[in-house]
């Protein structure tokens, strides 16, 4: 155990008892056995229980009892043997960018590994060529995606999924699904990989793919943390374009909206798209549009109370430079936009795969990036989604006036998913991803909230199917229910790969309600 450590005021008394390092807190103690090679690596320093203490939602507030900063992938699977040997098994937390919105990062008195300590020591990111994989990188579950675009760009090569926001742990991300505007066509990021390195919950380090260690492979990926935790993941790569062409349509009917989307997701032309909603009620951020067309973009919203617009993107190269105005062109033929109200710009791919980070930088000039995110992420089957935009965006957010900041629906394909999976769809074969990415003070978030239950509780009314994307749940029936017809594989998988229960406490699945 390192010393001279400041004792959080949260920590009572701390001692070293018969080789064992006992940590009083409020009302709990935990018993933390001596951890040989790694206690140097661990911290309960006030800084770094505070930095863990929370994520980007700003809502769930827990305090764990000491943070592992590892050196390797060894002593992430050293802690949780430690775990699974101690005479009371405590809770183990892997923290990548802490960009969950619920608390699922956290943990209270047990221990939270600091993932981006393995930055530190080192990038792990290398492009490999392969004769029979071609090209692609090992990367480690630590690293962030916008790191792993630049590394593999300057190879010339890129992965073809990505998530709006890159800066995400490649970890983080396999774990739940990694969705975006390229899902439709090639899938989530738990669909482009082709290999992974674990340290499961009994603290075996595993290397796992389709053919070695299946099941593990496909328990993982989308599998919320609970069966073990991603320490490297074989990304597939493939030949990186210059530039984007970056489109936006204008929709004043949902129906025409919706139908265009999934027209051109079935052409497959685009290599991006997604769909969003502007709101009289705002606010609007029309930074995108050039600056002589805001004012007829906000008389229009006015004029119909919610517009819809697609944003689609084609990627080109050099070669493709001179055709690709008629490329887009010919895909956008006979859509129902709404007359002289599209929008495009040329930008570089990295810009364009990047493009939320400019978003991000403007929020915390202004101070309000690090404030409460009660957001609700919800899959729609595709049959339901004209009951989506009658029944929660007129008629909860637009007659109760609730500010959308940024407000998410697109179509998927369901054959682009694997089902041998953990992450959980519609059954229907085309769906939509819904997300309202709300933004509130830190004594408000509770009026969004109400405003999410309200929206959950229509389509439970309506027998609206929905799944949530990056769930919270408040009773193990309600994650029962979740699950579906995978609850009881997914059951079975714990028992296999976390008996003891120790991984991923903040998720609340198999804790004690």
């Excluded at 930088?361 to 339901?384: C, M, Q, T, Y």
Aim: hydrophobic share 40%; aromatic share 12%; proline share 5%.
């Amino acid at each position: 155990m390192a010393e001279n450590f400041a004792v959080p005021k949260y920590l009572t008394t701390m001692s070293l008892i018969l080789g064992f390092m006992v940590l009083f807190t409020t009302g709990t103690s935990v018993l933390l056995p001596a951890l040989g090679d790694i206690s140097g690596f661990l911290r309960n320093d006030t800084e770094s229980i505070n930095s863990t203490s929370t994520d980007y939602g700003h809502i769930v507030y827990q305090y764990a009892s000491a943070v592992l900063n590892p050196t390797s992938p060894n002593d992430i699977a050293s802690l949780i043997l430690s775990a699974n040997n101690n005479s009371a098994p405590f809770s183990v937390a892997a923290r990548g960018q802490g960009h969950s919105v619920r608390g699922q990062a956290l943990t209270s008195d047990g221990v939270v590994i600091n993932m981006t300590a393995l930055i530190s020591n080192g990038s792990r990111i290398v492009v490999f060529e392969s004769p029979s994989l071609g090209s692609y990188a090992d990367v480690g579950g630590e690293q962030r995606w916008i790191d792993v675009l630049r590394a593999t760009l300057d190879r010339g090569l890129t992965p073809v999924s990505w998530t709006d926001y890159l800066y995400l742990s490649v970890g983080g991300t396999l774990s739940n699904a990694g969705i975006s505007g390229q899902t439709f066509r090639y899938g989530p990021q738990i669909y482009n990989v082709y290999e992974l390195d674990v340290v499961t919950g009994k603290g075996e380090l595993v290397t796992c793919s389709s053919n070695k260690v299946p099941g593990l492979f496909y328990a993982v990926l989308g599998g919320l943390g609970q069966f073990g935790i991603i320490t490297r993941a074989r990304i597939p790569l493939e030949p990186a374009p210059n530039r984007a062409k970056w489109v936006r349509m204008m929709y004043r009917n949902f129906s025409a909206f919706s139908k265009d989307q999934e027209r051109l997701m079935a052409n497959n032309g685009f290599d991006y798209l997604e769909g969003f909603l502007l709101m009289k009620q705002g606010p609007l951020d029309l930074s995108f549009y050039p600056l002589l067309d805001q004012p007829r973009i906000t008389a229009l919203i006015n004029q119909y109370g919610i517009i819809y617009y697609i944003e689609a993107a084609k990627y080109y190269g050099d070669s493709t430079r001179p055709t690709v105005d008629k490329v887009v062109e010919k895909l956008i033929n006979g859509l129902s936009f709404v007359p002289g109200f599209l929008f495009d710009q040329d930008v570089s791919y990295i810009d364009f795969l990047d493009r939320v980070h400019t978003e991000e930088e403007k929020l915390r000039s202004l101070g309000l990036w690090d404030i409460a995110h009660p957001w609700l992420n919800i899959f729609v089957p595709k049959s339901r989604i004209l009951d989506i935009d009658s029944g929660v965006f007129r008629n909860i957010l637009l007659k109760q006036n609730v500010p959308t900041a940024v407000t998410l629906i697109y179509p998927m394909n369901r054959k682009k998913w694997d089902g041998r999976m953990s992450a959980v769809i519609p059954d229907e074969d085309v769906f939509y991803v819904v997300g309202l990415l709300h933004a509130s003070g830190f004594n408000d978030w509770q009026a969004f909230d109400e405003v999410n239950r309200q929206i959950l509780q229509f389509c439970n009314d309506a027998g609206i199917l929905v799944k949530q994307y990056l769930p919270h749940y408040e009773t193990q029936e309600d994650w029962k229910n979740h699950f579906g017809t995978k609850w009881q594989s997914f059951r079975d998988r714990k028992v296999r790969f976390d008996p003891n229960k120790i991984l991923a406490p903040g998720q609340r699945i198999f804790s004690v309600y």
